[in-house]
């Protein structure tokens, strides 16, 4: 992308707060919608593995619009394309708010990732073009902090407006952001040059997008299909694996392809998009789950529920600002493993709670499990990126964005398809153990709650084993997020050393 003027201190200061603002509205959404899912779910009549498709079909969209940012402001203008991801991202979530159904959540979330894939590579290019050399490492730095408070931010945020008002308000919060944003834009933002002639690889673009697109349909409808007993989830499969042959076919035979194979030849790119897109498996695929854990086994109130979460990110932006200083005299790969350590301990821990949790329990292993995702995700992007040359290094931050969002939405369809499916097989194994010749109803104490012979006895058992069931399955999903994240300590071996002077491209990649 063409760098814009570097604008007078007073005009770099007001397109900087501009840019944090669009770039906090994005940040805001990625977890804001969170703690409010349980209420969305009442409200449009929704089962559990259907509203995660308020939370993947966002991620899915973001990842496919993500790659072709770059064409998109050269031939348009950097300026134009971030006044329309503004304006386009603010209606869209005015829509959501706004929407009655769960079919008009997903589309319109659908139209939010599309719109806001833009906004955080866009903000960063911004900033490097206002900014002289010198200045670049804090403006990124400060950026880095925006990006970090939003996911802090976001459960506490939308926690209150829900709570207080209703959960059409954690979208309609982006109004006066997307307002202030636009206008500050329009005012001081610079347009950059345009290049006419600069062309997309529309056939691969477009492959890549279905394949994407629709196995990700499959993975949220296959629980409530049952899997490949479906016509539908055959014919979604059979789509998404033609589209990616289509797509590989495509890419190996063109001149200039939508991705350059010469990328893979990297073995630090290679193992790093696998890398990061499990680190974005379990990172979201855990945000995720925590709130119903907290709200439906807990009974915490949702408010409650966003400030037990809130210390996880204190800690990952902690552990950010600290390796930030230690890349370039610490071995990247080391940092990696702390991190991958850290990350593995806080699910191992997760696997014995129970409803009778301590909320500090909750907030220590949160902050570890932030401590040890701010580890991995900067060094992650040091050693993935900083092998390839420069002109290689815009194409593969993309990529790398695709990678980890992809993984974000495999992750969080998988372990709710788990959770829905262990808990049924958990209560069908424990149920078969309650009989009313079971001597355990042989206490007063228990069938005066617990009677199997009165209607309201068998009412309250049936709840309680589906409490058990589903904390159980929620072990069994924790688990699977230890298992994956030790899965990848052998790729530690194959990255190579970053150059010594990659440590400064490392914030502006971080994301």
């Known amino acids: 992308m063409a760098a814009g003027h570097a604008p007078a201190g007073g005009n770099r200061a007001a397109v900087t707060v501009c840019v944090i603002l669009a770039t906090l509205m994005q940040a805001l959404d990625t977890t804001i919608a969170n703690v409010a899912l349980p209420y969305m779910q009442g409200s449009v009549s929704a089962s559990q593995d259907q509203i995660d498709w308020v939370l993947t079909s966002y991620i899915v969209a973001a990842a496919i619009m993500t790659p072709p940012t770059g064409y998109l402001a050269g031939r348009f203008g950097l300026k134009r394309l971030f006044l329309v991801s503004v304006v386009g991202f603010t209606i869209a979530s005015m829509l959501c708010g706004m929407a009655q159904t769960l079919t008009q959540i997903v589309l319109f979330r659908v139209l939010q990732g599309l719109f806001g894939a833009a906004l955080v ?24 902090v925006a990006v970090m408070a939003g996911p802090i931010l976001g459960p506490v945020l939308g926690g209150w407006l829900t709570e207080n008002y209703s959960w059409r308000y954690v979208f309609y919060i982006n109004l006066p952001i997307g307002i202030l944003a636009f206008l500050g834009m329009t005012t001081f933002l610079t347009e950059s040059k345009r290049n006419i002639l600069e062309k997309l690889d529309w056939f691969g673009f477009g492959t890549l997008s ?3 697109g629709t196995l990700q349909i499959l993975l949220d409808r296959g629980e409530e299909l049952d899997w490949f007993g479906s016509g539908e989830i055959m014919i979604e499969a059979i789509v998404a694996a033609s589209a990616f042959y289509l797509f590989l076919a495509h890419t190996f035979t063109s001149d200039k392809p939508f991705v350059r194979p010469s990328l893979f030849r990297d073995r630090n790119f290679t193992a790093g998009l696998l890398f990061v897109a499990i680190v974005g498996l379990t990172y979201y695929a855990s945000l995720a789950l925590q709130p ?5 086994l807990m009974n915490y109130p949702i408010v409650t529920a966003g400030l037990v979460m809130c210390p996880r990110s204190i800690g990952t932006m902690g552990a950010m600002l600290v390796v930030g200083r ?3 005299r610490v071995d990247t790969r080391f940092l990696l493993a702390i991190g991958l350590g850290l990350t593995a301990w806080s699910f191992y821990a997760m696997t014995g709670w129970t409803p009778d949790v301590s909320q500090v329990t909750i907030i ?22 900083s092998t390839l040359s420069v002109e290689q290094r815009a194409e593969g931050a993309g990529l790398y964005s695709l990678a980890r969002n992809i993984g974000s939405s495999v992750g969080i369809s998988v372990v709710n398809s788990l959770l829905t499916q262990n808990t049924q097989i958990n209560h069908a194994e424990i149920a078969q153990h309650v009989t009313a010749v079971n001597r355990g109803f042989a206490d007063p104490t228990i069938t005066q709650f617990w009677n199997p012979i009165a209607a309201a006895g068998r009412a309250a058992l049936d709840a309680l084993i589906t409490q058990q069931a589903q904390v159980i399955a929620y072990v ?5 997020l230890m298992i994956s994240t030790l899965a990848v300590i052998p790729l530690l071996i194959v990255f190579r050393k970053p150059p010594r002077n990659a440590g400064a491209d490392h914030l502006v990649v971080a994301e």
């Open 292 to 296: 119903p854990y907290l709200q439906g």
């Open 121 to 144: 590579p866009l903000s960063q290019t911004v900033l490097l073009n206002i900014n002289p050399p010198e200045r670049q490492g804090s403006a990124m730095a400060l950026w880095g």
């Open 210 to 212: 279905l394949a994407i």
């Open 476 to 480: 069994d999903d924790y688990k699977l």
């Open 364 to 385: 220590e292993v949160g902050i570890i499990q932030g401590i040890g995702l701010g580890f991995l995700f900067v060094p992650l992007s040091v050693v993935t990126l």
């Open 326 to 328: 230690l890349i370039g």
